[in-house]
């Protein structure tokens, strides 16, 4: 029975399994490490900053796509050559992996190319680092692939099914267990995410954007903006705002029964309305900013680059609209959001627009920066004004969004950053984390509430017909959520379901009473911030293109129709019909049966 077992094992690693193998090892090696030299990003990638299966998963896609046409008959010789151009992209890639932790993203590359000259010379070590390497690397393929393959060399049978195993494994997978819309998105996800499809698509998508940030300028001269009549004689200044939150609990406000005192400044403000039940489009701000600021459904990013603005139609009918941000002009989160900046007449971007240290999209000036910025402006004294300001909110790391002046909530920053991080390894939290992390978290929420009250200070002394409208683009969990505590992208209910606040003028109530009453009326009605558009150009009597009255929250015939979210795969649902009708324990809604943490969790006590 050995000999026999031997015997098997022995013609297992024989023809007809593996023909020619033996006989062409040294061949197959020499592939397979020129194979490494070509995917050597998504390689490196698995063990920056630590090792990952996802990345590992990567690089066997990314060495599956190279050899994909050697499947089909191509000569694995005649592919290495034609991957030379691939080979070329290789050391700039690993110099922004090691630098930033990260593959060239289309933000990256549009930054590069809109980079000054000035900011380009901080990068001067990186850039001649992968010109050198670019330069040996290149000489060593090509020796490799002329003096170590055989020209003759194709893949056998079994070689062809491993190829057709790695690609279509996974997608069969996803799409047994999760259906094909989600099985279309992922595969889309490892694309974008494995070199070298990644890098190529992400030079179209940056010239792609670029060329849609050009186009937004006809698009503005094209418009038609019609007022209605009040509107047009009223004899008042006109000054409007739009605060766009970041990651923002509602639960965590104390304007919304949060047992800490989290808003005091916004409690304490006469007129204030606070909308009960609005839900965000998407748990990332990348899909969730532009159904905000257009009439774009959720999840039609692209769509809504092509369709008119807040900022378009204001501008049209004659306001002066300014865009202020935190955050970068270009970032991972920011560049599909600060592209309609190019809508505004003067745009500052007080983070900057392009951070050299890469992880610097985090390393941004805290929101308070925007309030010498908003005073400097209402000093014009211009007839007709809208501010968009859009802020870094409660976006992790917390302990960087506010400074000493904010805490209410003992967290030592270093401490609050490492029980963080201890938290997104998804290991048994320990209560001292949780406490840190949520005392960290409401400091934040404290932050947007002195922010929010400085901003309605500074309408209240212009004497002006003024709203000021602030909305979270999507919530953040807290440490009493099922799963994924402190952290955003997936569906739960602390994600969807986000603050949103109005407050008017006297001289705006006086003059527009039924708008006025048209927010009162649907203060707990549930509705998207989808709505947001709607609302907002109907605040200032405005219609334009896509404008639908019935979408309004000041409009009396208000019908906001059903609440959809699309998720980070990219799949649009009904969110009162698939997520608020499951178990408590897949919406992944708070551990306690209430609607306010409990001090355990919190630190409170």
């Not at 061949?27 to 990638?45: D, G, H, M, Q, R």
């Not at 698509?201 to 038609?224: H, M, P, S, W």
């Not at 766009?244 to 916004?266: D, H, V």
């Not at 500052?348 to 390393?363: L, M």
């Amino acid at each position: 029975m050995d000999i026999l077992y031997l015997m098997n094992i022995k013609n297992l690693f024989s023809p007809p399994l593996f023909p020619g193998f033996t006989k062409n090892y040294r061949s197959w090696c020499s592939v397979f490490l020129a194979l490494i030299l070509v995917t050597l990003p998504n390689l490196a990638a698995c063990f920056v900053p630590c090792f990952t299966w996802l990345g590992f998963q990567l690089w066997i896609l990314g060495i599956s796509m190279i050899l994909l046409p050697c499947v089909f008959g191509l000569r694995v010789r005649l592919m290495l050559w034609l991957a030379v151009p691939v080979v070329l992209l290789v050391p700039a890639c690993l110099a922004c992996l090691f630098s930033i932790h990260s593959l060239p993203s289309s933000f990256l590359i549009l930054a590069a190319l809109e980079t000054n000259q000035s900011e380009l010379a901080a990068l001067q070590a990186p850039v001649i680092s992968a010109g050198i390497g670019t330069v040996v690397l290149l000489m060593l393929y090509v020796w490799f692939v002329k003096n170590r393959i055989p020209a003759a060399l194709r893949l056998g049978a079994v070689g062809r099914v491993l190829v057709l195993a790695a690609l279509l494994i996974p997608v069969c997978r996803d799409w047994t267990t999760e259906g094909q819309e989600v099985s279309l998105a992922r595969i889309k996800q490892r694309l974008w995410a494995t070199f070298p499809s990644a890098t190529i698509y992400g030079t179209y998508e940056a010239f792609d954007i670029r060329a849609r940030v050009q186009n937004r300028k006809d698009l503005a001269e094209n418009i038609t903006v019609s007022q209605e009549k009040e509107f047009q004689d009223e004899a008042n200044r006109q000054v409007h705002m739009l605060v766009i939150g970041e990651s923002a609990n509602k639960s965590c406000f104390g304007i919304y029964g949060y047992q800490r005192q989290t808003t005091p400044l916004l409690d304490n403000t006469p007129g204030l309305m606070t909308f009960r039940d609005a839900s965000c489009t998407a748990p990332c701000t990348l899909i969730a900013v532009p159904s905000l600021l257009t009439a774009s459904p959720p999840g039609r990013v692209l769509e809504a680059t092509r369709q008119a603005s807040i900022l378009t139609a204001y501008k049209k009918a004659g306001f002066r609209v300014y865009w202020l941000s935190a955050q970068k002009k270009h970032g991972t989160y920011d560049t599909l959001t600060s592209i309609f900046s190019a809508d505004a007449d003067e745009d500052t971007f007080v983070s900057g627009k392009f951070d050299n240290r890469g992880i610097g999209s985090y390393q941004t000036a805290q929101d308070t920066s925007m309030l010498p910025l908003v005073r400097g402006i209402l000093q014009r004294n211009e007839p007709k004004v809208l501010f968009v300001l859009h802020t870094m909110g409660s976006h992790g790391p917390y302990p960087v969004r506010y400074n000493r002046d904010f805490v209410r909530f003992p967290a030592d920053p270093l401490e609050a950053m490492d029980a963080l991080f201890r938290i997104s390894l998804g290991n048994a939290c320990d209560p001292k984390d949780l406490e840190l992390a949520q005392n960290s978290y409401d400091n934040t929420i404290c932050a947007t509430d002195y922010l929010l009250g400085s901003l309605i200070n500074e309408l209240k002394k212009v004497q002006a017909s003024s709203w000021l409208c602030y909305v979270s683009d999507h919530g953040e969990n807290s440490s009493t959520a099922r799963f994924g505590k402190f952290m955003h992208g997936m569906i739960s209910r602390q994600i969807v379901e986000v603050p949103m606040l109005m407050w008017v003028s006297p001289l705006y109530e006086q003059s527009h009473a039924g708008k006025v009453a048209g927010l009162k009326s649907h203060l707990s009605t549930p509705f998207s911030a989808s709505c947001t558009f709607h609302t907002l150009l109907d605040m200032g009597g405005l219609s334009c293109p896509n404008f639908k009255p019935e979408y309004s929250t000041a409009s009396p015939r208000f019908a906001p129709g059903p609440r959809l979210v699309c998720n980070s795969s990219g799949v649009v649902f009904d969110y009162d019909k698939q997520f608020l009708t499951q178990p408590a324990e897949v919406r992944g809604d708070p551990e306690e049966t209430s609607d306010k943490p409990q001090d355990v969790a919190t630190g409170a006590q």
